[in-house]
C-alpha cells in the first residue's frame, strides 16, 4: 500500500503533466512519441557502444571497482576524465526521457532500467569482444540516467511554481 505522501506527490506530478501538455489525449499523445524517441535513442546508444565498434582479438574488461578513480588518483587524468564524462553524458538524455515516459514516476524504476541496459551494453561488449567490459560504466551510465531524470523533475517543479 502506497503512503499517502507519496500518492499525493505522483498525483501533483501527473497534473502537471497535464497542465504542461494539456489535456488527457495529448499528454497520451505525447507519451506515444516520448516511447519511439526513446526507442531511437537506445538504439543510438548501443550502436555508440557495441555496433559501431571494431571487433578486438582479445576479451576486455577489468571489473575492479571505481579503477578509473584509482588512475585519477596516480595522474593518468584527461582520457579518464574524457571517458567518466561522455559515459554520464550519454545517458542522461535517456533519464529525461523517461522522466516523460513513465506515468508512475519513481527514480528506483529509473535506476533499476538505467542499471540493467547498461550491464547488458557491457555483457554484450565482453562477449561480443567489442570494447571494454567495467564496473565503472555501469556506474556512470546509471548515474547520468538518474541526473538527466532528476533534471527535468526539477525543471517542471520549477515551471510548476512559475505558473503558480
Given at each position: 500500500m502506497k503512503h499517502r505522501a507519496t500518492s499525493r506527490c505522483i498525483e501533483r506530478e501527473n497534473n502537471l503533466e497535464f497542465s504542461v501538455f494539456g489535456g488527457k489525449m495529448a499528454v497520451k499523445i505525447v507519451r506515444y512519441w516520448v516511447w519511439m524517441i526513446l526507442a531511437v535513442f537506445i538504439v543510438f546508444i548501443l550502436f555508440e557502444t557495441i555496433i559501431g565498434r571494431p571487433v578486438t582479438e582479445e576479451y576486455k574488461y577489468n571489473l575492479l571497482p571505481f579503477w578509473s578513480y584509482l588512475a585519477l588518483t596516480r595522474g593518468e587524468g584527461v582520457n579518464i576524465w574524457r571517458c567518466i564524462y561522455l559515459n554520464v553524458l550519454l545517458f542522461m538524455p535517456l533519464g529525461a526521457l523517461l522522466w516523460f515516459a513513465l506515468k508512475d514516476r519513481r527514480w528506483l524504476k529509473v535506476l533499476i532500467f538505467s542499471f540493467?541496459?547498461?550491464?547488458?551494453?557491457?555483457?554484450?561488449?565482453?562477449?561480443?569482444?567489442?570494447?571494454?567490459?567495467?564496473?565503472?560504466?555501469?556506474?556512470?551510465?546509471?548515474?547520468?540516467?538518474?541526473?538527466?531524470?532528476?533534471?527535468?523533475?526539477?525543471?517542471a517543479r520549477v515551471v510548476d511554481r512559475v505558473r503558480g
Amino acid at each position: 500500500m502506497k503512503h499517502r505522501a507519496t500518492s499525493r506527490c505522483i498525483e501533483r506530478e501527473n497534473n502537471l503533466e497535464f497542465s504542461v501538455f494539456g489535456g488527457k489525449m495529448a499528454v497520451k499523445i505525447v507519451r506515444y512519441w516520448v516511447w519511439m524517441i526513446l526507442a531511437v535513442f537506445i538504439v543510438f546508444i548501443l550502436f555508440e557502444t557495441i555496433i559501431g565498434r571494431p571487433v578486438t582479438e582479445e576479451y576486455k574488461y577489468n571489473l575492479l571497482p571505481f579503477w578509473s578513480y584509482l588512475a585519477l588518483t596516480r595522474g593518468e587524468g584527461v582520457n579518464i576524465w574524457r571517458c567518466i564524462y561522455l559515459n554520464v553524458l550519454l545517458f542522461m538524455p535517456l533519464g529525461a526521457l523517461l522522466w516523460f515516459a513513465l506515468k508512475d514516476r519513481r527514480w528506483l524504476k529509473v535506476l533499476i532500467f538505467s542499471f540493467a541496459l547498461s550491464m547488458s551494453i557491457e555483457i554484450m561488449q565482453l562477449v561480443l569482444r567489442r570494447g571494454l567490459c567495467e564496473f565503472d560504466d555501469v556506474f556512470h551510465n546509471t548515474l547520468g540516467c538518474l541526473l538527466g531524470y532528476w533534471a527535468v523533475g526539477l525543471f517542471a517543479r520549477v515551471v510548476d511554481r512559475v505558473r503558480g
